[in-house]
Each structure stands twice: as C-alpha cells, then as structure tokens.
C-alpha cells in the first residue's frame, strides 16, 4: 500500500457546521482539489462515507489497484475520509473504492466532482472552476434586472436539442458553439432570460437532465466547466439573465451514483415509503439528515457563486411537500402529526432560501409546484417557503384548455380565462408554457389549436397575446416561439427549417413584438405581483368571448388597455371603457401582416368619449380582428 499522506482542509469549525447542516461551502473542501503539501504538488480528496470500514482513490494513476491508495478516516465522528495523493493533478480520471461494514465492495464516483467523464462512462475528473470572468457589469447591476417589479420573459432551452451540428445532426453543439448561436438569437427575441434545463451531470440523456449524479460538474457532454462559463458570461454580456434548472427532489439508483453510497441509505430514506419516488423510479433525499441538506444547500450555492447563475428554477417542488405524493393509502407514512405534509422537506426549503438569498440577494428562485400550498413565494417570517416566485401551473392549464376548444364552444367556458384572476395575486406566479406541454403525445402548441391553418396561427399568437399582458412572469419553450408543428424530440434538433415559410417567421416576429412590448411597457410589469396592477374592463361578456381589461403600472399615464376576440368574426365599432380621456393609440396588434394575420387593425389614434361604457366615464369605439388581440395606450 502507497502511503496517502494526512492532510487536511477542514477545521473543527468546519465539522461544527457540516454535523449541524450549516455548512453551505462544502465544495471548498470535500471533492477533489490540487494543492501543494509539503513542496509537493497533488491532489487532496475527501468524501463523506460515515459507515464504510474502508476507502481508497482508484484511477488510472494506480492501475484503478484497491489497496493502493487508501484515506485515513477522520477521529472526529464526522464520517469523513481524506488523504493527500502527490504528483497526480487537474484531468486525472478517479473513483472512490468504498468497503462498507455489510462488506459490500463499491465504486463510487465523487458527489462533489466538479467534472465527469463524458457518458456513458461515470469517473470523476479532478478539475478546477478557475475561470476569467468579463461580466463585471451584469453582476454590478443585475439587482436591476431581476426584480420582482421589472420584466421577466423567460426562453427555456434544452441545451441538447436546441439545434444540432448541420454537417454531423447526431452531434451536440458545444457550450461553445450555442455561445455564438444562441445568444443573439435570445437577444434579437427580447427575452430578459434563458433558462438551460438541467446542465448537471446525468447518465440517462433522456432524462433531459432531470436525473442527476453531479450536482457540482456540469455535463460534459457540451464541452468543459469553462465552456459552459464562457456560454453563461456571453448571456451576461448582452443583458441576459441566466436561470439554471435545479433538481433537490430525487436521484437515481445508478451503482456509480449517490444511492447506497457507503453501503447504507445515505443521502436517501432507508424506508423505502420515504425514500423511493414511484413516478421517476428514483430516490428521494433524507433532508431530516443535516448532512444532506448542507449538501444540496451547498450545490445550489455553487451554481450561484462558480457560475454566476442568475437563479434557480427548483424541480419538483410539490413532490416534496407531500409524503404522500403519488402514493396510495399504505405507502406513505404520516408525520409526527398524523398529516400528509414532508415538514423535513418543508423546513429545508426554508433554509435553502434564506441561504440564497442571504449570499445573493439579487438572484431568483422558482418553484415549480402545482398544488395550492399556501405561500410559496412569500417570505419565511411571514409563513412562508421564501420563493421569489412560483409556476401559475393552473392557469397554464385552464389556458391551454379554453385555446383547445373550437371558438363557437368557448362562450361556455369563459370562466377558464377569467379564474385565473380570482387567485391570480396570491403569490409571485410565472405563467409557463414549458417542456412539459409538448411531449408524451400532447403535441406542439401550434397542434393544440383548433381551425384550419390560418386560425391555428391566429389562435396562437391570441394566447401569447394573453400570456404577456396578463400578471405575472413569462416562460416559453423553445421551438413555440415559432410555432414549431412536431412534439419536442430531445434527440434531434428543433425544426429551424421551417422558419422559410411565412406562418412561422411572422410567429416568431409576433413574439418579439410582444417581447419588445413588455419590456417598453412599465404598466406591464411593474404591479405583476398586486391587484394594484390590473384592472377588469370587461370580463363578462362570454356570448362574443371578448375579454378587455387594463394592465397599470406605478405612472396611472403608462395604463394600456387590452381587447382580445377569441372568435374568427371581426367586431366593428365595438365599444370598449377606457381609464382617462385623450387619444388612444394602437400598440400592438397580434393580425398584422407581418405576422401573418389578416392586417385588420386600427391605424389612427382614437379619441375618447365622454360615454359612460363599462363601469368607465370615458369609451372608444374599435374594431377587433378575428382570433385577436390590440392593446391600447393614451
């Protein structure tokens, strides 16, 4: 056996805070790092295995021998094993030989490796995060652009199959390569933000990321750390946000991954009514153990501090509310109260949040949770779990429903656009329409519209119209701000081809429009989150399925009013209230040629009356195009 010489990152402070579940840096010290020791240079590595009987570091260095390479375990009860390797440093490829006290024979890879082999191969890689920063500006300023009273138009992408190599398709493009390509397609689009589904390391691709084994590397299956940097700092250069996907609900079973990791139930429930997930067939994080949440705790600041991440959209969220979530009666166990609520779960989100927002008060965290838990994005002294924001997943669903239904149906259903607006300001909502509505047979957005093709588009661009003047936040998946006609495929690129053809490239100049349009229009976005923002003009007149209501913001001057017609029939002279007199303006019209609509619209300002119409002292008469939306302002 080589001597792995005593060395040491940790303090007994150190061990204080990992033991009580504080410790929020543990990257700085468990994991791989090269340093020098005693002259020499080398590399030090700790891993948390508190019921093996023995570890050692295999790889390539020692012919991946067993017995070669063995670290001392820590006196201090913290279950940490450590040693210094000399003359081994940053690329060189390891695993942890783990012999637990059931004598099972383990090799796992590093929980805190900051890169991995590329998959299907699972070794860690010792490696740096070092990396020079030019986005000195974006980080000086971004509280600007991430507050909850600015624009918030968030472009979700799988980095996978956003598009592809053109010469080689089965290729992926680098982290690189999306750099010079996706970021000033973001731009020339006006959204605020990008959100990168997850770029954590993952064994199973189809699992677009959402079963992760790295919670510190990024997946080298688009390049190196840096890369992926050097990608996020080109975002921040041109204005834009960056929100990583973020997964604390589950992990798989992979043998090379965190289950079982020192032969226990580790990071996972041993009871398998706590600790296995049935929907994902993966396993979910003890977070009564402080050890774990100071690991998962640790992974999100990470992302925050190495890479300038602006936020993170939290996966899974009510999962990990409910024990039980997805489980029939006798498959969940009760809390100490006999309820249904994870309260382990419940106070670790409490305390990632305060955790993040206590480190970097101007990023964002989102949850996406579909129950109606109360208080997702309200503060924690106040009761609540301390999201800046959380997903409207009801209103996505009413939404898209009603825009299903063919318009001579929908005077029946008008109360599934109006709903929302009951519950619409109990907490911070983003409206998303994300990956989730275009796979497992639901078909594209453009699919789910009803009419011949000329109104499919119509249609779409109406709910768009929709989304982005009614409260809250904006989220759309790539390819539907295009209209892309197939499901999304995560195996192939979107289909840019289509995007010659008029009916796609006026889509996507609609959505721009609308991006341009929120981010000039302070009344649409300042008062998102307060009922002080939004105003109902007309909300009952379900027989023409019309809706007009006013969107207002801190300057009552900035107010614009919106009209939306759900029906192919054109109106003529249609009355509407307006909130001021003066000379109304057309804004925005989502039937423009250049968007491929009919150009019914209203090309002069129109002067209002003194006519009591709509619960307002002063009205002017429009004309509203088939299946469309105008928005007005003084």
Not at 80 to 91: A, K, L, Q, R, T
Not at 204 to 233: H, K, N
Request: include cysteine.
């Amino acid at each position: 056996m080589k001597a792995v010489e005593p060395y040491s990152r940790f303090t007994d402070f150190d061990i204080s805070l990992f033991r009580s579940g504080k410790h929020f840096k543990l990257y700085e010290k468990l994991g791989s790092h090269v340093v020098t020791h005693q002259n020499v240079v080398g590399t030090y590595f700790a891993v948390w295995a508190p019921n093996a009987k023995y570890v050692s570091v295999i790889g390539n260095f020692n012919g991946w021998d067993k017995g070669s390479h063995a670290l001392n375990h820590r006196w201090d009860g913290s279950g940490i094993w450590e040693g210094f390797i000399p003359n081994i440093g940053h690329g060189e490829v390891y695993k942890y030989f783990i012999e637990s006290h059931n004598n099972d024979k383990l090799e796992k890879s590093d929980p805190f490796a900051l890169r991995w082999e590329e998959a299907p191969r699972t070794a860690s890689i010792v490696a740096h995060t070092f990396y020079e920063w030019t986005d000195q500006n974006w980080m000086m300023d971004r509280y600007q652009r991430n507050g909850l009273d600015k624009p918030y138009s968030v472009y979700e992408v799988h980095l996978g199959s956003w598009a592809r190599d053109n010469e080689s398709p089965d290729s992926f493009l680098t982290y690189s390569q999306l750099a010079d390509k996706l970021v000033p397609y973001v731009k020339e689009m006006g959204f605020t933000h990008v959100e990168f589904m997850p770029v954590m390391e993952h064994p199973y691709y189809p699992s677009w990321g959402y079963q992760l084994t790295g919670y510190f590397a990024a997946t080298s299956r688009y390049g190196t750390p840096q890369q992926l940097m050097e990608l996020i700092d080109r975002f921040h250069q041109n204005g834009i946000g960056v929100i990583l996907d973020w997964v604390p609900s589950h992990f798989p079973g992979d043998a090379h991954g965190l289950y079982k990791f020192d032969g226990s139930h580790l990071y996972e429930h041993e009871d398998m009514r706590q600790g296995y997930h049935p929907d994902w067939t993966s396993y979910i994080f003890n977070y009564g153990r402080n050890e774990v949440k100071a690991f998962l705790i640790s992974s999100a600041l990470f992302w925050l501090e190495r890479y300038h991440a602006d936020g993170l959209r939290v996966d899974g969220v009510a999962s990990m509310l409910y024990l039980d979530y997805s489980r029939k009666e006798g498959e969940w166990i009760p809390n100490k109260y006999g309820g249904n609520q994870n309260l382990e779960a419940i106070d670790f989100l409490k305390e990632f949040n305060a955790a993040v927002y206590s480190h970097f008060p101007d990023v964002q965290t989102i949850a996406e949770e579909s129950t109606s838990f109360p208080g997702v994005s309200r503060p924690i002294y106040n009761g609540g779990l301390g999201f800046g924001m959380k997903w409207m997943m009801g209103w996505m669903h009413d939404s898209i429903n009603y825009f299903k239904l063919d318009p001579i149906h929908r005077q029946y259903h008008h109360e599934q656009l109006t709903f929302s607006l009951i519950y619409a300001f109990t907490e911070n909502f983003m409206l998303p329409f994300s990956h989730d509505e275009v796979v497992y047979g639901k078909g594209s957005m453009l699919t789910k519209m009803p009419g011949d093709e000329w109104q499919k588009y119509a249609n779409l661009r109406l709910l768009y119209s929709y989304m982005f003047t009614h409260p809250g936040t904006k989220l759309l998946f790539m390819g539907a701000e295009f209209g892309q006609t197939s499901e999304w495929n995560f195996g192939k690129s979107l289909d840019w081809w289509v995007t010659q053809f008029d009916c796609h490239s006026g889509m996507q100049e609609a959505v721009k429009g609308l991006n341009h349009l929120y981010r000039s229009e302070p009344a649409l976005y300042e008062k998102a989150f307060s009922g002080e923002g939004f105003e109902w003009i007309d909300g009952g007149n379900a027989k023409d399925s019309i809706l007009v209501y006013a969107r207002k913001g801190h300057d009552r001057e900035n107010d614009v009013v919106i009209a939306l017609n759900m029906t192919p029939v054109v109106r003529y002279d249609y009355r509407i209230g307006v909130p001021g007199e003066g000379e109304w303006k057309e804004i925005y019209n989502s039937d423009r040629k250049e968007y491929w609509g009919s150009g019914v619209d209203n090309p002069y300002p129109l002067r209002s009356e003194a006519h009591s119409w709509h619960g307002q002292a002063n009205s002017i008469n429009i004309t509203l195009p088939p299946l469309g939306a105008v928005i007005f302002k003084r």
